[in-house]
């Protein structure tokens, strides 16, 4: 019997259970993007306080997900369903004000996350190196750049918020390599709703990022 490890009954589950996670999670991220797009067309008129509190909803289910994860598989995809549902909402003012101002800037911000996307996470998919030491890095620069966009608010900075998106791009690039790297790793297909959340999330960020950045660029 050949005991490598590619045809080794094991190696071969592995493998399978490795391509089902990937399958079901990136099967997750596009329903939870659709379910955000329908939350956004929904949220589309309703007033900013509403949206924060739809915001906080999102973040109150992506946060009941840990605790889901490892009880009803049900109850998790329920709860990432409702996230990206709420997160669409929360999000709408944001789209209705950059569709009726610049919609062009939406377009292109969809294509270069689209692109952003697909570059850094094949790049994290396919990469042998460890990336756990860069994603606790990027957390903490991530950190800061949120202490960055306070400062932001009071103090006036020439190109403030241009660099303030660049670095966000850097920081989400490393996420998105580090959360695709744990997709190929994993073979818990358990934890398929919650990587689908990550990715999602690191899409979404990206998005807003680009947005800020075309709409500055078109004006």
Do not use: E
């Amino acid at each position: 019997m050949d005991d490598t490890y590619g045809h080794h009954p094991a190696g071969l589950a592995t493998r399978s259970r490795g391509h089902t996670l990937f399958a079901q999670t990136m099967g997750y991220v596009a329903a939870t993007t659709g379910l955000f797009a329908l939350g956004a067309y929904l949220g589309r008129n309703l007033p900013g306080v509403l949206a924060f509190v739809a915001y906080l909803a999102a973040f109150a289910a992506l946060i009941a997900m840990q605790f889901t994860v490892r009880k009803s598989r049900q109850n998790t995809v329920a709860l990432l369903a409702v996230f990206g549902l709420l997160m669409g909402v929360a999000i709408a003012p944001t789209l209705v004000y950059y569709a009726s101002t610049d919609p062009q800037a939406l377009w292109q911000a969809g294509a270069a996350t689209a692109l952003f996307v697909a570059a850094f996470g094949a790049a994290g998919y396919a990469t042998r190196r460890d990336l756990t030491a860069l994603a606790r890095v990027c957390f903490w620069a991530l950190v800061a750049l949120l202490v960055f966009g306070i400062v932001l608010i009071f103090v006036n900075i020439p190109y403030g918020s241009l660099i303030y998106s660049v670095l966000g791009l850097v920081i989400f690039a490393g996420f998105i390599m580090f959360d695709f790297q744990r997709l190929r790793r994993s073979t818990d297909v358990d934890s398929a709703p919650l990587l689908a959340a990550s990715i999602f999330l690191d899409i979404l960020n990206v998005f807003m990022f680009f947005l800020r950045i075309f709409r500055g660029g078109n004006r």
